[in-house]
T-cell receptor
């Protein structure tokens, strides 16, 4: 149980393109979903917290107009990287939790984004 | 914010050896998870262990919340155990679910 699906797994596109990444909880309802970013040889950094039906909360230094998050249902959150540039190239990974407070987070397999 | 420190940063072992990875954190947590990140980037959840001890095959973990540390034990290492091991915590803010703060990881290499 607790499967999180993330698509696409790999994206290569030209600078200026907008890219949408989907994160789905397949067998549970996720009250909260999270988006993380990982640069090569570094750790994961939290970008934003997404609750169904409300605006996402962004971490300091993350541009909300650049990284649009939509959490339209209890099983789907999307991250759109708008007008992507080479410096946005990174590994993006989502997680979902079914509870509030003390509950484990379940991670998708990540999306490797390469902007040319 | 909460600080998470992992040690050692790098570890090279021969197949069959045992190892202990440590995670120190600076504040109360209501969630602590250990992950193994494989070469393709997938995060494999090993343990959800905000306190106590758990075992799963050759792996076990112990968290002493009052002393703010957790240990991951790997016994009889195999080459497939190679990769980066992350400890991640959720600060106990008293509210709803918060994002995880990750340590910098331990890069483990198991040589045949």
């Amino acid at each position: 149980g607790a499967v999180v699906s993330q698509h696409p797994s790999r994206v290569i596109c030209k600078s200026g393109t907008s890219v949408k990444i989907e994160c789905r909880s397949l067998d549970f309802q996720a009250t909260t979903m999270f988006w993380y970013r990982q640069f090569p040889k570094q750790s994961l950094m939290l970008m934003a917290t997404s609750n169904e039906g409300s605006k996402a909360t962004y971490e300091q230094g993350v541009e909300k107009d650049k990284f649009l998050i939509n959490h339209a249902s209890l099983t789907l959150s999307t991250l759109t990287v708008t007008s992507a540039h080479p410096e946005d190239s990174s590994f993006y990974i989502c997680s979902a939790t079914r509870g509030t407070g003390a509950s484990p987070q379940h991670f998708g397999d990540g999306t490797r984004l390469s902007i040319l | 914010g909460i600080q998470v420190e992992q040690s050692p940063p790098d570890l090279i072992l021969q197949e069959g050896a045992n190892s202990t990875l440590r995670c120190n954190f600076s504040d109360s947590v209501n969630n602590l998870q250990w992950f193994h990140q494989n070469p393709w980037g997938q995060l494999i959840n090993l343990f959800y262990i905000p306190s106590g001890t758990k075992q799963n095959g050759r792996l076990s973990a112990t968290t002493v919340a009052t002393e703010r540390y957790s240990l991951l034990y790997i016994s009889s290492s195999q080459t497939t155990d190679s990769g980066v091991y992350f400890c991640a915590v959720d600060y106990d803010s008293g509210g709803g679910a918060d994002g995880l703060t990750f340590g910098k990881g331990t890069h483990l290499i198991i040589q045949p």
